[in-house]
């Protein structure tokens, strides 16, 4: 059974870049099955989308986040990475990392719309 962990400081400075890791176990990120994905979730609003790595490393950004997001594999280690530029106090949220089983397309660009594994979230707040 697959499992994610996402690791990285819980405190970042306004205008820093984000950098949290997925660590993966239980299945390879290179598997053509599957996508891995980052998400959040800002106190008191809904779980966000912000982009996937896809099997052979190609990644892909939800719009509204490509001009400060980039995502990032490491292979050797089963590991995926998310960095996140010029971060303010909105960006403070509860980072998600998972494993994407399928796609839909709205017309504009593809989107995750089924997720299969989770990992626990991690907690990142932005504050001076």
């Known amino acids: 059974q697959v499992q994610l962990q996402e690791s990285g400081p819980g405190l970042v400075k306004p205008s820093q870049t984000l950098s949290l890791t997925c660590t993966v176990s239980g299945g390879s990120i290179t598997t053509s099955d599957y996508a891995w994905s980052w998400n959040r979730q800002p106190p008191g609003k809904g779980l966000e989308w912000m982009g996937v790595?896809?099997?052979?490393?190609?990644?892909y950004y939800s719009p509204s986040l490509k001009s400060r997001t980039s995502i990032s594999r490491d292979t050797s280690k089963n590991q995926f990475s998310l960095q996140l530029n010029s971060v303010t106090p909105e960006d403070t949220a509860v980072y998600y990392c998972a494993r994407v089983a399928s796609f839909d397309y709205n017309g504009s660009y593809y989107y995750p719309s089924e997720y299969d594994a989770w990992g626990q979230g991690t907690q990142v707040t932005v504050s001076s």
């Open positions: 790595i896809a099997y052979d490393g190609t990644p």
